[in-house]
């Protein structure tokens, strides 16, 4: 058993270890300031489980980690949350044997529970376009908000865009001549997209208004606020729930169904899982395949619907299935 000195000493230097880890993945792969704070939460609750114990972290063995498992699983956190802990501190023990010699990883083996993957919700084609066409009766061309808004969904839809992307676009990242735009997601990657010919003409349209909105301002941003800054997440998120509303779709829209709906109808199209990959941004393939289910789904339904055997007849009244 460690001494009150001792103890203080490892809770110091596993909490420096924490705070290096999370420099590295804020330096090295640049994660978002969101996935930082879940990964220093989910290492925060393994840290003080293990001070709890009287250990240093590099003392941790497999059986201190099943068991603040078995705390998190007290809490009535999410499948999904307990599986994203677990990964986490994963990540940590395999830099921490790397850096600072620890001598295992005593995550190795444990599972969490099994989570069920929910398929994205998308839009139909047809529903696409009669949200971005629903307010062509209003006069796009001589409505500045409106000739933004027709742009920006119309690039979401176009290219699969992530609304954080479409926020952090600049004025030169968008080449209407080549049908392409420059896109930075997550990581600070950075990654070519196509550009339909809809969304080219509503961009083009859109930055006739631009220079206008700019004023004095010398923000690069290609997407900007009616006080010529740039636009934020939040404020793309508003200005959807209010076009869809004018549109009559009559459902919930968020800016990342018009990706997943890129997704969906690029895969039902092409059948080219790489090359979706490649223009989602997605590092790892298993990523784009959750949309072969969303494509498998689809098809289900038209045979369902088409084939005259497709469906169980139901049994006559009074009989019995044997």
């Given amino acids: 058993m460690m001494s009150d000195t001792d103890n203080k000493e490892a809770t110091t230097l596993s909490r420096q270890h924490v705070a290096a880890y999370l420099q ?5 792969r ?3 300031p969101n996935t930082l704070e879940s990964y220093q939460r989910d290492l925060l609750f393994l840290l003080q489980a293990t001070e709890e114990c009287g250990k240093a972290l590099a003392d941790a063995v497999a059986s201190d980690v099943r068991d603040t498992i078995v705390k998190l699983r007290k809490k009535s956190l999410s499948p999904a949350s307990v599986a994203r802990h677990i990964s986490s501190w994963r990540g940590f023990y395999s830099y921490a044997i790397q850096r600072f010699g620890y001598l295992n990883n005593p995550c190795v083996g444990q599972k969490g529970p099994k989570v069920k993957r929910a398929l994205p919700k998308t839009l139909s084609p047809d529903s696409c376009a009669q949200l ?56 600070s990657k950075t990654r070519l997209v196509p550009v339909g010919r809809q969304a080219c003409k509503a961009i083009k349209t859109w930055l006739s208004w631009r220079q206008a909105l700019l004023g004095g ?28 509303s004018q549109s009559g779709l009559g459902q919930s829209v968020h800016p990342h169904m018009l990706r997943h709906a890129f997704a969906s109808h690029m895969l039902q199209s092409s059948g080219d899982l790489r090359a979706v990959q490649e223009m989602l941004g997605h590092a790892n393939i298993t990523t ?13 339904k038209v045979y369902d619907s088409a084939h005259p055997r497709a469906r169980r007849a139901k049994p ?7």
């Fill in 24 to 28: 590295h993945l804020a330096a090295e």
């Fill in 217 to 244: 301002n010398d923000t690069p941003a290609l997407f900007l606020s009616r006080w010529g800054r740039r636009l934020s997440v939040r404020s793309v998120q508003m200005r959807l729930d209010h076009w869809v």
């Fill in 316 to 322: 006559a009244s009074g009989t019995e299935n044997t």
């Fill in 132 to 187: 971005l066409d629903g307010n062509k009766e209003q006069d796009i061309d001589s409505n500045v908000l409106l000739a933004r808004d027709h742009a920006m969904f119309e690039l979401l839809y176009s290219s699969g865009l992530r609304v954080s992307e479409l926020t952090g676009m600049d004025f030169i990242d968008i080449d209407l001549k080549a049908g392409e735009a420059r896109v930075t997601g997550k990581g």
């Fill in 30 to 32: 640049r994660l978002s």
């Fill in 288 to 300: 784009t395949q959750i949309y072969t289910h969303l494509d498998w789904q689809h098809l289900a």
